[in-house]
């Protein structure tokens, strides 16, 4: 599962199903562990994305 909080910059990361691709190009700012952290995973065709 992939969560904003955990990538790093370029970082890329695909669809097993449909073969789309993202590259992270500037990291979140939020910090693992805090209230107010990003915690929807990463996901396209339904399922989670995987990293490359």
């Keep these: 599962m992939a969560n904003c909080v955990d990538m790093k ?9 449909c ?11 939020c910090i693992a562990g805090e209230e107010v952290v990003c915690s929807v995973p ?5 399922k989670d994305m995987v990293k490359k």
């Design 42 to 46: 990463l996901q396209c065709c339904g």
């Design 9 to 17: 910059e370029g970082d890329r990361f695909v669809c097993e199903n």
């Design 19 to 29: 073969g789309l691709e993202l590259q992270v190009v500037k990291t979140c700012s």
